[in-house]
């Protein structure tokens, strides 16, 4: 057998396993894409993308996203729920869970905004520049979305122009994607309405 059948003989195998693998991922019966679509019907949304499905539906007048992303060579696992927002201020901060390096961190120059919550400032990390602004965005209502989710290690960026929270795992069920997409709508509908009315 000659190089040059040789090589097209595995490109053509290459590119069956490629074609299997993608159809696969895009299958109705695949359970992410499911988890996906019962949330879908649920929140009168759609799931759009094949090889990495995502969600999308309507909250108030925001077009929220739902991203899963299962591990891959060069992707780790997660969920991102996201929306593009125009806020009336611009107040960016970051929410993630505290650990040894941002402990670590503190000591040289990581400025940790406490909110006066032992069991939420236990738990997170709050970066920011507008430090009273923050403290009134993550009222009560928000620090229990995010303490819902404690166990998953969240990360939330907020800024004038989008909401992103990230949970860098899988849901194993339907009821634990909608927890994580519930405790996301939560944060957003309450960030926005603080917003506006301060």
């Known amino acids: 057998m000659s190089l040059t059948v040789f090589l097209v003989l595995n490109a ?3 590119l069956i396993a490629a074609v299997v693998i993608m159809h696969r991922q895009m299958s109705p019966q695949h359970p992410l894409r499911q988890m996906l679509e019962t949330e879908a019907q649920e929140r ?3 799931v ?6 995502h969600l999308e539906f309507m909250l108030m007048d925001l077009l929220v996203s739902v991203w899963i992303s299962a ?3 060069n992707t780790p696992e997660y969920v991102s729920i996201e929306t593009t927002w125009i806020t009336p201020q611009d107040v960016p901060f970051s929410v993630f869970p505290e650990n040894a390096v941002t402990v670590a961190g503190k000591n040289f120059g990581i400025d ?3 909110v006066h919550d032992p069991e939420f ?3 997170y990390c709050v970066t920011g520049q507008d430090h009273r602004r923050i403290r009134e965005l993550l009222d009560r209502d928000v620090q229990q979305f995010l303490l819902s989710l404690k166990d998953k290690s969240p990360k939330l960026e907020v800024d004038l122009k989008s909401f992103r929270l990230v949970i ?5 069920a339907d009821a634990e994607l909608k927890e994580q997409i519930d405790a996301a709508v939560g944060i957003i ?5 603080v917003m506006v009315n301060a």
């Open 44 to 46: 009168e949304g759609r």
């Open 48 to 53: 759009y993308g094949g090889f990495y499905p």
């Open 12 to 14: 053509f195998v290459l």
């Open 71 to 73: 591990r891959g060579k």
């Open 121 to 123: 400032d236990a738990a």
């Open 168 to 172: 860098p795992s899988l849901p194993r």
């Open 112 to 114: 940790d905004i406490e």
């Open 189 to 193: 509908t309450r960030l926005k309405e």
